[in-house]
């Protein structure tokens, strides 16, 4: 691949690379959508009103691939082009800072959660 080819597969997004991969190239809104930062994957998800949200789901490519396999071993991860890319790289864009802000914050509260979860099965 060309070094234009790879400016073209990565954004900045506030100083950090982005990727976008997706399980369907051809007809991305038919597959899942995962975008890779230094913070990790998350995978795009949108609701039944539209709403869209990025939730943390690997912390490297070859755990993602895992997590894909698992699910549906004939799935393969391919880079997502154009128009499609531009709207989910400006979706996470615009939510970013809230990743960034909570990255600590919600790994404390996870610990917090499953610790209070096991004291309540103790019981």
């Known amino acids: 691949m060309s070094n234009n080819d790879q400016n073209s597969e990565r954004e900045e997004s ?3 690379k982005i990727q976008i991969l997706g399980t369907d190239p051809d007809n991305p809104e038919q597959g899942r959508i995962f975008v ?3 913070m990790g994957w998350f995978e795009r998800l949108e609701g039944p009103s539209g709403d869209v949200a990025f939730t943390p789901i690997a912390d490297s490519e070859e755990e993602l691939r895992e997590v894909i396999s698992r699910d549906n071993p004939n799935a393969d991860l391919d ?3 154009g128009e499609y890319r531009k709207k989910v790289s400006e979706e996470f864009i615009e939510q970013s800072p809230s990743y960034a802000d909570s ?6 509260e996870a610990d917090d959660d499953e610790e209070q979860a096991y004291e309540e099965h103790d019981l």
């Open 36 to 38: 890779w930062t230094k």
């Open 103 to 108: 990255a600590e914050d919600s790994s404390e």
């Open 79 to 81: 880079d997502i082009r």
């Open 14 to 16: 506030r100083g950090a």
